[in-house]
């Protein structure tokens, strides 16, 4: 299994700042990387895939990059919406099973 | 706009079968390059991916669920079915029902989620 670590646990930050989020595997998963949003009480959305791509809608101001064990995802400019907790997935190899970090949660 | 839906049970006895249902609108779940995905997340934790089925009815489950779950598709009501036999407490959860990308003809990210169903297990 393919386990996906996820730093900080939690991030204090105020509105306006930008951030950078670490996600780093256990093994290499190559650019089969995502990066998701969850309000509380909401689904999770997708903002990231295949590393660095933004999904529809996204705004400019999430960006991805990495491969291999090394990822991030950094928000410029925090907007209050943006206060979440956000999970990286791997989906590298379907015969193993797809994977989520532990999560960060991103407080004001 | 393509939307997802789950239905079932909220609580389900310790030893019985859970069963859930993603209802699909917007589009047939034949149309496109997708696979369907199970997906839950335990109380206050993360998430876990339970397994996936392509609407030919092929499947793949996470393999420390394996034993116990069983997915299915009924195209011609455009929806998908979760089956979680010997539940226990550890089951209790949210479960959500998610579609898969395919990005030149490999599985990618799930880009549409449902908006999760809360089961308890509880006698």
């Known amino acids: 299994e393919r386990v996906l670590t996820q730093s900080p646990a939690t991030l204090s930050v105020s509105p306006g700042e930008g951030v950078t989020l670490s996600c780093r595997a256990s093994?290499?998963?190559?650019?089969?990387l995502a990066w998701y949003q969850q309000r509380p009480g909401q689904a999770p959305r997708l903002l990231i895939y295949g590393a660095s791509t933004r999904a529809t809608g996204i705004p400019a101001r999430f960006s991805g990059s990495g491969s291999e064990t090394e990822f991030t995802l950094t928000i410029s400019s925090l907007q209050s919406e943006d206060f979440a907790v956000y999970y990286c997935?791997?989906?590298?190899?379907?015969?193993?099973?797809?994977?989520f970090g532990q999560g960060t949660k991103l407080e004001i | 706009q393509v939307l997802l839906q789950e239905s079932g049970p909220g609580l389900v006895e310790p030893s019985q079968t859970l069963s859930l249902s993603c209802s699909v609108s917007?589009?047939?779940?034949?149309?496109?390059?997708?696979?369907w995905n199970w997906i839950r997340q335990l109380p206050g934790k993360g998430l876990e991916w339970i397994g996936y089925?392509?609407?030919?009815?092929?499947?793949y489950y996470n393999p420390s669920l394996k034993s116990r779950v069983a997915m299915s598709v009924d195209t011609s009501r455009n929806h998908f079915s979760l089956k979680v036999t010997s539940v226990t407490a550890a089951d209790t959860a949210v479960y959500y029902c998610a579609r898969g990308l395919m990005v030149r003809g490999l599985m990618s990210a799930f880009d549409i989620w449902g908006q999760g169903t809360v089961v308890t297990v509880s006698s």
């Open positions: 917007g589009d047939s779940i034949t149309s496109g390059s997708y696979y």
């Open positions: 093994q290499s998963v190559s650019s089969n």
């Open positions: 089925i392509y609407n030919s009815g092929s499947t």
């Open positions: 997935q791997q989906y590298n190899s379907w015969l193993l099973g797809f994977t």
